[in-house]
């Protein structure tokens, strides 16, 4: 009989390429990985992959078999949509990256409470939500995008929803000059400034040098802090000033103040479940939680906008 953990790994496989990848995308070991595929094969009869001593690749077979997983995976789901409970129950599963965790986390767990045959778990990931989602491993994920283009992604195995426009802010020391809202906020001024800023390779890193690009650039490189939250108890401390998502501040931050910035930068939020548990009441109550939740911190943080196409 064919394990369905098994057939989310292969099909998981076919769309990273590798198994390192995989193992990375998933969080398991590239070992475990390969031992759970050759576990596939033996079920099947079937060589499902072609390895060689640096790489693998799907043979004809396994192509075939992913095509037969995909559909097999999706029939499961909306068998357990179909014959889930019309009262949302079960266990959901969520995962965010950290500043939407610690923002979204009280809002959601208000409006998911009034179910009582429902609990869920909220993880935190640094690292892209999709293949979770995918591979089934949660059912929801909150992710970020900066290029506004993410819902090609995925194609339709995924269902995005738009939760919000989370604009970057300046933020200062609550005594700073530019902390006065009746000055005009000159950037230039800023330039000489200890700028703090998340590591390269971050997607707020990117942010901040497009902005420091609009005057002219820093004079040295800027300080650099893991952690939104790091960056902003410094902020509050005097210790320098720095450009971040206004979603960071939604649980309030004595000791600084917030400036709009005269360029509009902006990251989008979504959340991401399986096109085929849509209908899962269970997770429809709980992306409808999260539009709430999103609506209700749009109300409440600086320099926010309710998303147009939402």
Do not use: C
């Amino acid at each position: 009989m064919l394990d369905v953990r098994r057939l989310r790994l292969l099909r998981e496989f076919a769309e990273r390429g590798s198994i390192a990848a995989t193992a990375k995308a998933l969080g398991y070991t590239a070992s475990a990985v390969s031992q759970q595929l050759a576990v596939l094969e033996r079920e099947v009869g079937a060589t499902l992959l072609d390895r060689t001593a640096r790489s693998a690749e799907l043979t004809d077979a396994g192509r075939r078999l992913v095509r037969h997983a995909e559909r097999i995976l999706r029939m499961i789901e909306f068998a357990e949509a179909d014959m889930a409970e019309p009262e949302p129950s079960g266990h959901v599963v969520l995962t965010a990256f950290p500043t939407a965790a610690v923002a979204f986390a009280p809002a959601l767990a208000h409006g998911l409470r009034r179910h009582s045959g429902l609990t869920f778990q909220l993880r935190q990931s640094a690292g892209d939500g999709l293949p979770q989602v995918r591979s089934g491993e949660v059912d929801v994920a909150l992710i970020d995008d900066w290029t506004g283009r993410l819902p090609t992604r995925g194609g339709g195995s995924l269902r995005f929803t738009l939760l919000m426009h989370d604009p970057v802010v300046l933020v200062v020391p609550s005594d700073h000059w530019a902390a006065d809202p009746d000055v005009r906020l000159d950037l230039r001024r800023l330039r000489e400034e200890p700028w703090m800023a998340a590591p390269p390779g971050e997607p707020s890193r990117e942010a901040f040098d497009r902005l420091l690009t609009d005057v002219g650039g820093a004079p040295s490189m800027p300080w650099e802090f893991e952690g939104l939250g790091t960056i902003l108890g410094l902020v509050a401390r005097g210790v320098g000033v720095a450009a971040i998502p206004s979603l960071a501040l939604t649980l309030g931050v004595p000791g600084i103040a917030v400036r709009s910035l005269p360029r509009a930068m902006t990251r989008y939020v979504y959340a991401v479940v399986r096109t085929a548990s849509v209908r899962r009441p269970s997770v429809a109550v709980t992306v409808e939680a999260l539009k709430s939740a999103a609506a209700d911190l749009d109300a409440r943080r600086p320099g926010a906008r309710a998303p147009e196409d939402g």
